[in-house]
Protein backbone atom coordinates (compact mmCIF):
# COMPACT_ATOMS: atom_id res chain seq x y z
CA UNK A 1 0.00 0.00 0.00
CA UNK A 2 1.65 3.42 -0.98
CA UNK A 3 1.69 6.08 2.01
CA UNK A 4 3.32 8.97 2.81
CA UNK A 5 6.90 8.88 4.17
CA UNK A 6 9.72 11.28 4.74
CA UNK A 7 13.35 11.34 6.08
CA UNK A 8 15.09 14.35 6.52
CA UNK A 9 18.59 15.17 7.81
CA UNK A 10 17.04 18.93 8.95
CA UNK A 11 13.98 19.97 7.44
CA UNK A 12 11.41 22.85 8.93
CA UNK A 13 7.81 22.72 9.34
CA UNK A 14 7.14 24.18 5.88
CA UNK A 15 8.90 21.64 4.40
CA UNK A 16 7.39 18.71 5.81
CA UNK A 17 4.05 19.89 5.34
CA UNK A 18 4.83 20.00 1.76
CA UNK A 19 6.29 16.44 1.44
CA UNK A 20 3.75 15.06 3.68
CA UNK A 21 1.15 15.25 0.69
CA UNK A 22 4.03 13.80 -1.42
CA UNK A 23 1.69 10.00 -2.43
CA UNK A 24 -2.20 10.21 -2.02
CA UNK A 25 -4.54 7.18 -2.55
CA UNK A 26 -7.61 7.66 -4.78
CA UNK A 27 -10.26 4.77 -5.13
CA UNK A 28 -10.76 5.32 -8.49
CA UNK A 29 -8.87 6.37 -11.71
CA UNK A 30 -11.12 9.71 -12.34
CA UNK A 31 -10.41 10.80 -9.16
CA UNK A 32 -6.84 10.13 -9.57
CA UNK A 33 -6.39 11.92 -13.18
CA UNK A 34 -8.74 14.85 -11.75
CA UNK A 35 -6.48 15.92 -8.98
CA UNK A 36 -3.73 15.14 -11.16
CA UNK A 37 -4.89 17.99 -13.74
CA UNK A 38 -5.77 20.39 -10.90
CA UNK A 39 -2.50 20.35 -9.06
CA UNK A 40 -0.73 21.01 -12.56
CA UNK A 41 -2.55 24.27 -12.58
CA UNK A 42 -2.72 25.40 -8.54
CA UNK A 43 -0.08 23.90 -7.02
CA UNK A 44 2.81 24.21 -9.35
CA UNK A 45 4.47 26.48 -7.43
CA UNK A 46 5.75 24.05 -5.01
CA UNK A 47 4.70 20.65 -6.25
CA UNK A 48 4.67 19.08 -9.37
CA UNK A 49 2.52 16.24 -10.20
CA UNK A 50 4.94 13.17 -11.52
CA UNK A 51 2.64 10.02 -12.50
CA UNK A 52 -0.61 8.35 -11.83
CA UNK A 53 -0.21 4.74 -11.55
CA UNK A 54 -2.40 1.74 -10.74
CA UNK A 55 -1.02 -0.32 -7.60
CA UNK A 56 -1.75 -4.14 -7.73
CA UNK A 57 -1.19 -4.72 -4.49
CA UNK A 58 -3.72 -2.25 -2.87
CA UNK A 59 -5.91 -1.71 -5.95
CA UNK A 60 -6.04 1.68 -5.59
CA UNK A 61 -4.93 4.16 -8.09
CA UNK A 62 -1.82 6.67 -6.95
CA UNK A 63 -0.56 9.98 -7.90
CA UNK A 64 2.38 10.94 -6.65
CA UNK A 65 3.87 14.48 -6.24
CA UNK A 66 7.67 15.83 -6.05
CA UNK A 67 8.04 18.74 -4.83
CA UNK A 68 9.11 21.64 -7.57
CA UNK A 69 12.21 22.21 -6.40
CA UNK A 70 14.60 23.83 -9.11
CA UNK A 71 18.04 23.94 -7.91
CA UNK A 72 20.16 20.75 -8.90
CA UNK A 73 22.89 19.90 -6.65
CA UNK A 74 25.62 21.54 -9.24
CA UNK A 75 23.93 25.25 -9.33
CA UNK A 76 23.69 25.40 -5.48
CA UNK A 77 27.14 24.12 -5.09
CA UNK A 78 27.63 27.16 -7.49
CA UNK A 79 25.32 29.50 -5.69
CA UNK A 80 26.25 32.65 -3.55
CA UNK A 81 24.32 31.79 -0.89
CA UNK A 82 26.51 28.23 -0.36
CA UNK A 83 27.82 29.36 3.16
CA UNK A 84 29.39 27.97 6.42
CA UNK A 85 26.92 28.21 9.43
CA UNK A 86 29.49 29.48 11.87
CA UNK A 87 31.27 31.89 10.12
CA UNK A 88 29.13 33.21 7.39
CA UNK A 89 31.79 32.68 4.74
CA UNK A 90 31.18 30.82 1.74
CA UNK A 91 32.79 27.24 1.47
CA UNK A 92 35.62 26.29 0.11
CA UNK A 93 36.16 23.38 -3.00
CA UNK A 94 37.33 21.05 0.58
CA UNK A 95 34.04 22.10 2.09
CA UNK A 96 32.09 21.38 -0.76
CA UNK A 97 33.52 18.11 -1.11
CA UNK A 98 33.35 16.53 1.87
CA UNK A 99 29.50 17.27 2.21
CA UNK A 100 29.19 15.94 -0.92
CA UNK A 101 30.91 12.83 -0.33
CA UNK A 102 28.64 12.68 2.83
CA UNK A 103 25.68 12.76 0.76
CA UNK A 104 26.72 9.92 -1.95
CA UNK A 105 27.72 7.52 1.42
CA UNK A 106 24.14 8.64 3.15
CA UNK A 107 22.33 6.72 0.19
CA UNK A 108 25.08 3.89 -0.30
CA UNK A 109 22.46 1.95 0.88
CA UNK A 110 19.88 2.65 -1.43
CA UNK A 111 22.36 2.47 -4.10
CA UNK A 112 23.57 -1.21 -2.81
CA UNK A 113 19.95 -2.77 -3.48
CA UNK A 114 19.95 -1.21 -7.38
CA UNK A 115 17.57 1.55 -6.71
CA UNK A 116 17.29 3.93 -9.49
CA UNK A 117 16.54 7.75 -9.28
CA UNK A 118 16.65 11.01 -10.88
CA UNK A 119 18.15 13.99 -9.90
CA UNK A 120 19.30 14.73 -6.73
CA UNK A 121 18.26 18.10 -5.81
CA UNK A 122 18.03 20.00 -2.75
CA UNK A 123 15.95 19.57 -0.15
CA UNK A 124 16.59 15.92 0.30
CA UNK A 125 13.23 13.51 0.68
CA UNK A 126 12.53 9.99 0.96
CA UNK A 127 9.14 8.27 0.24
CA UNK A 128 8.61 4.67 1.56
CA UNK A 129 6.36 2.62 -0.88
CA UNK A 130 5.89 -0.83 -0.61
CA UNK A 131 8.56 -0.90 1.26
CA UNK A 132 11.27 0.44 -0.60
CA UNK A 133 12.99 3.74 0.06
CA UNK A 134 12.65 5.56 -3.17
CA UNK A 135 14.89 9.00 -3.49
CA UNK A 136 13.36 11.58 -4.66
CA UNK A 137 16.21 14.92 -3.84
CA UNK A 138 18.65 15.61 -1.77
CA UNK A 139 19.58 18.19 0.94
CA UNK A 140 22.61 18.91 2.72
CA UNK A 141 22.16 22.07 5.58
CA UNK A 142 25.31 23.73 7.45
CA UNK A 143 23.11 23.29 10.69
CA UNK A 144 25.16 21.11 12.78
CA UNK A 145 23.06 17.80 11.17
CA UNK A 146 24.50 14.37 11.25
CA UNK A 147 24.34 12.28 8.14
CA UNK A 148 25.14 9.31 10.23
CA UNK A 149 21.82 9.58 11.38
CA UNK A 150 20.47 9.11 8.35
CA UNK A 151 22.82 6.16 7.22
CA UNK A 152 22.05 4.39 10.41
CA UNK A 153 18.00 4.63 9.75
CA UNK A 154 18.59 3.26 6.32
CA UNK A 155 20.76 0.44 7.49
CA UNK A 156 18.39 -0.42 10.19
CA UNK A 157 15.59 -0.23 7.51
CA UNK A 158 17.30 -2.71 5.46
CA UNK A 159 18.12 -5.01 8.20
CA UNK A 160 15.06 -5.30 9.96
CA UNK A 161 13.66 -8.01 7.35
CA UNK A 162 12.29 -5.64 5.27
CA UNK A 163 14.65 -6.02 2.18
CA UNK A 164 12.53 -6.49 -1.20
CA UNK A 165 14.48 -8.76 -3.90
CA UNK A 166 12.71 -6.74 -6.66
CA UNK A 167 12.46 -3.45 -6.08
CA UNK A 168 10.02 -0.89 -7.47
CA UNK A 169 11.00 0.95 -10.99
CA UNK A 170 9.13 3.72 -12.62
CA UNK A 171 10.78 4.27 -16.21
CA UNK A 172 8.91 7.70 -15.82
CA UNK A 173 11.05 8.66 -12.81
CA UNK A 174 14.26 7.27 -14.32
CA UNK A 175 16.57 9.85 -16.22
CA UNK A 176 19.55 7.95 -16.96
CA UNK A 177 21.25 4.67 -15.78
CA UNK A 178 22.43 5.14 -12.31
CA UNK A 179 26.27 5.02 -11.33
CA UNK A 180 26.92 3.21 -8.60
CA UNK A 181 28.68 5.32 -5.36
CA UNK A 182 32.02 3.95 -6.10
CA UNK A 183 31.30 5.48 -9.43
CA UNK A 184 30.81 8.92 -7.78
CA UNK A 185 33.14 9.28 -5.22
CA UNK A 186 36.30 8.84 -7.85
CA UNK A 187 34.75 11.88 -9.29
CA UNK A 188 37.65 14.45 -10.01
CA UNK A 189 35.62 16.55 -8.27
CA UNK A 190 36.14 14.40 -5.01
CA UNK A 191 39.70 13.90 -5.57
CA UNK A 192 42.15 16.37 -4.28
CA UNK A 193 44.33 18.17 -6.23
CA UNK A 194 47.18 15.57 -6.80
CA UNK A 195 45.10 12.69 -6.78
CA UNK A 196 42.97 14.83 -9.30
CA UNK A 197 45.58 15.43 -11.97
CA UNK A 198 47.49 11.45 -11.37
CA UNK A 199 43.83 10.16 -12.51
CA UNK A 200 43.76 12.64 -15.34
CA UNK A 201 46.64 11.86 -16.48
CA UNK A 202 46.68 7.96 -16.25
CA UNK A 203 43.17 8.41 -18.08
CA UNK A 204 44.92 10.55 -20.78
CA UNK A 205 47.51 8.41 -21.38
CA UNK A 206 45.65 5.28 -21.97
CA UNK A 207 42.82 7.05 -24.36
CA UNK A 208 46.04 8.14 -26.43
CA UNK A 209 47.21 4.21 -26.08
CA UNK A 210 43.69 3.54 -27.98
CA UNK A 211 44.59 5.62 -31.18
CA UNK A 212 45.82 2.41 -33.27
CA UNK A 213 42.10 2.55 -35.17
CA UNK A 214 40.09 2.46 -32.07
CA UNK A 215 37.81 4.63 -31.28
CA UNK A 216 37.02 4.41 -27.32
CA UNK A 217 33.93 6.79 -26.67
CA UNK A 218 31.74 6.56 -29.83
CA UNK A 219 30.11 10.29 -29.52
CA UNK A 220 31.63 12.76 -32.10
CA UNK A 221 32.07 11.34 -35.18
CA UNK A 222 32.90 8.01 -36.79
CA UNK A 223 37.12 7.52 -36.90
CA UNK A 224 38.74 4.40 -38.57
CA UNK A 225 42.32 5.35 -38.94
CA UNK A 226 44.93 6.86 -36.57
CA UNK A 227 45.26 10.11 -39.28
CA UNK A 228 41.81 10.79 -38.18
CA UNK A 229 41.90 9.51 -34.45
CA UNK A 230 45.12 12.36 -33.96
CA UNK A 231 43.42 15.18 -35.73
CA UNK A 232 40.08 14.61 -33.04
CA UNK A 233 42.56 13.65 -30.38
CA UNK A 234 44.36 17.45 -31.29
CA UNK A 235 41.43 19.12 -31.43
CA UNK A 236 39.45 17.64 -28.46
CA UNK A 237 41.94 16.12 -25.87
CA UNK A 238 43.88 20.01 -25.55
CA UNK A 239 40.16 21.35 -24.83
CA UNK A 240 40.66 22.97 -20.93
CA UNK A 241 37.19 21.11 -20.13
CA UNK A 242 36.28 19.06 -22.83
CA UNK A 243 40.11 17.25 -22.90
CA UNK A 244 39.35 16.37 -19.16
CA UNK A 245 36.03 15.38 -19.07
CA UNK A 246 35.99 12.77 -22.09
CA UNK A 247 38.77 10.69 -20.20
CA UNK A 248 36.17 10.07 -17.78
CA UNK A 249 34.90 6.65 -17.86
CA UNK A 250 31.16 7.21 -17.59
CA UNK A 251 31.18 8.85 -20.71
CA UNK A 252 32.97 5.62 -21.96
CA UNK A 253 30.34 3.37 -21.33
CA UNK A 254 26.64 5.19 -20.74
CA UNK A 255 25.47 5.79 -24.43
CA UNK A 256 23.18 8.81 -23.38
CA UNK A 257 25.92 10.85 -21.59
CA UNK A 258 28.08 10.01 -24.44
CA UNK A 259 25.47 11.33 -26.52
CA UNK A 260 25.10 14.21 -24.57
CA UNK A 261 28.54 15.12 -24.68
CA UNK A 262 28.70 15.34 -28.16
CA UNK A 263 25.85 17.47 -27.91
CA UNK A 264 26.95 19.87 -25.52
CA UNK A 265 30.54 19.83 -27.42
CA UNK A 266 29.28 20.05 -30.86
CA UNK A 267 26.84 23.12 -29.84
CA UNK A 268 29.77 25.07 -28.30
CA UNK A 269 32.18 24.76 -31.41
CA UNK A 270 29.44 25.82 -33.10
CA UNK A 271 28.61 28.96 -31.30
CA UNK A 272 32.38 29.88 -30.95
CA UNK A 273 32.72 29.09 -34.58
CA UNK A 274 29.62 30.61 -36.25
CA UNK A 275 28.12 33.09 -33.18
CA UNK A 276 31.25 34.46 -31.63
CA UNK A 277 32.58 36.90 -33.71
CA UNK A 278 28.76 38.18 -35.02
CA UNK A 279 28.46 39.10 -30.92
CA UNK A 280 31.54 39.46 -29.39
CA UNK A 281 31.86 43.44 -29.31
CA UNK A 282 27.86 43.72 -28.64
CA UNK A 283 28.08 41.38 -25.68
CA UNK A 284 31.05 41.78 -24.05
CA UNK A 285 31.73 37.70 -24.83
CA UNK A 286 35.11 36.73 -25.98
CA UNK A 287 33.96 32.92 -26.21
CA UNK A 288 31.85 30.06 -24.59
CA UNK A 289 33.03 28.21 -22.04
CA UNK A 290 31.70 25.55 -19.97
CA UNK A 291 31.72 25.28 -16.48
CA UNK A 292 34.20 23.45 -14.32
CA UNK A 293 31.45 22.08 -12.68
CA UNK A 294 29.89 20.43 -15.82
CA UNK A 295 30.83 17.09 -14.93
CA UNK A 296 28.87 17.59 -11.89
CA UNK A 297 26.03 19.20 -13.82
CA UNK A 298 26.30 16.18 -16.21
CA UNK A 299 25.83 13.04 -13.59
CA UNK A 300 23.32 15.38 -11.24
CA UNK A 301 21.63 17.79 -14.09
CA UNK A 302 18.96 15.32 -14.74
CA UNK A 303 15.21 14.56 -13.72
CA UNK A 304 12.25 12.34 -14.68
CA UNK A 305 12.28 12.98 -18.42
CA UNK A 306 14.97 15.66 -19.43
CA UNK A 307 18.76 15.97 -19.60
CA UNK A 308 19.48 19.64 -17.88
CA UNK A 309 22.57 20.81 -20.22
CA UNK A 310 23.38 24.37 -18.48
CA UNK A 311 24.92 26.26 -20.86
CA UNK A 312 27.02 29.38 -19.69
CA UNK A 313 28.56 32.48 -20.99
CA UNK A 314 31.24 33.81 -20.09
CA UNK A 315 31.51 37.76 -18.99
CA UNK A 316 34.00 39.89 -17.54
CA UNK A 317 36.62 39.76 -15.22
CA UNK A 318 36.83 36.16 -15.38
CA UNK A 319 33.55 35.27 -13.89
CA UNK A 320 31.11 32.80 -15.63
CA UNK A 321 27.76 32.83 -14.86
CA UNK A 322 24.84 30.72 -15.98
CA UNK A 323 22.48 32.26 -18.87
CA UNK A 324 20.01 29.44 -19.20
CA UNK A 325 19.51 25.64 -19.02
CA UNK A 326 18.70 24.05 -21.87
CA UNK A 327 16.22 20.65 -20.86
CA UNK A 328 16.65 17.99 -23.71
CA UNK A 329 14.18 15.05 -23.50
CA UNK A 330 15.66 12.09 -22.98
CA UNK A 331 13.40 10.23 -25.27
CA UNK A 332 14.78 12.50 -28.06
CA UNK A 333 18.04 11.71 -27.39
CA UNK A 334 17.95 8.06 -27.36
CA UNK A 335 16.59 8.37 -30.82
CA UNK A 336 18.92 10.11 -31.86
CA UNK A 337 21.75 7.70 -31.16
CA UNK A 338 23.69 6.38 -33.62
CA UNK A 339 25.78 3.62 -33.63
CA UNK A 340 29.26 3.59 -34.75
CA UNK A 341 29.21 7.78 -34.00
CA UNK A 342 27.99 8.62 -37.40
CA UNK A 343 28.18 12.24 -37.98
CA UNK A 344 26.54 12.86 -40.94
CA UNK A 345 23.23 10.82 -39.23
CA UNK A 346 23.77 12.48 -35.66
CA UNK A 347 23.54 16.23 -37.54
CA UNK A 348 20.70 15.39 -39.82
CA UNK A 349 18.74 14.14 -36.59
CA UNK A 350 20.33 17.63 -35.22
CA UNK A 351 18.97 19.77 -37.80
CA UNK A 352 15.49 18.30 -37.50
CA UNK A 353 15.45 19.07 -34.09
CA UNK A 354 17.08 22.68 -34.63
CA UNK A 355 19.70 22.17 -32.64
CA UNK A 356 22.71 22.22 -35.39
CA UNK A 357 21.61 24.41 -37.70
CA UNK A 358 24.20 27.70 -37.79
CA UNK A 359 21.92 31.11 -37.00
CA UNK A 360 22.20 34.80 -36.22
CA UNK A 361 21.86 35.85 -32.95
CA UNK A 362 21.34 39.99 -32.10
CA UNK A 363 22.93 39.01 -28.69
CA UNK A 364 24.76 36.20 -26.72
CA UNK A 365 23.48 36.79 -22.85
CA UNK A 366 20.42 34.77 -22.00
CA UNK A 367 20.39 32.85 -25.30
CA UNK A 368 20.49 29.32 -25.80
CA UNK A 369 22.38 27.36 -28.11
CA UNK A 370 20.58 27.38 -31.97
CA UNK A 371 17.83 29.25 -30.42
CA UNK A 372 16.96 31.74 -32.91
CA UNK A 373 17.30 35.79 -32.20
Known amino acids: MWHSGSLFVSFGK ?29 HQSFLQSLFIDFDDKSKKWVICFQQNVTCTLTEWIDSKSLVAYENKKCLMNQELSKIINDILKAVQYLHEEG ?22 DIQYQNDGCDLSELMLYLKTFMDKGERRTE ?18 LRHPMLLDSESRLNNLHNQAKRISDRCAGVYPLNFLYALDNIEGYERW ?30 FVYNSVQHYNTEVRHHNAVASGCSSLYMSQDIELILLFGSDSTNLVVPLLGSVGEGKIEFNESFRL ?4 LRDMSVKGGDGDAFKKNCLQLNLYEPRKHKTVKGQLLGQPS
Open 14 to 42: EVKEKVDVSFRIFGTEDEAIDLFQRTKIR
Open 115 to 136: LRHGNLKSPMSYAIVHKSVLLL
Open 167 to 184: WLTFSKMVGIPDLTVEDL
Open 233 to 262: KEKVIGHPVFGRLINHTWFARTETASLLFR
Open 329 to 332: PVTL
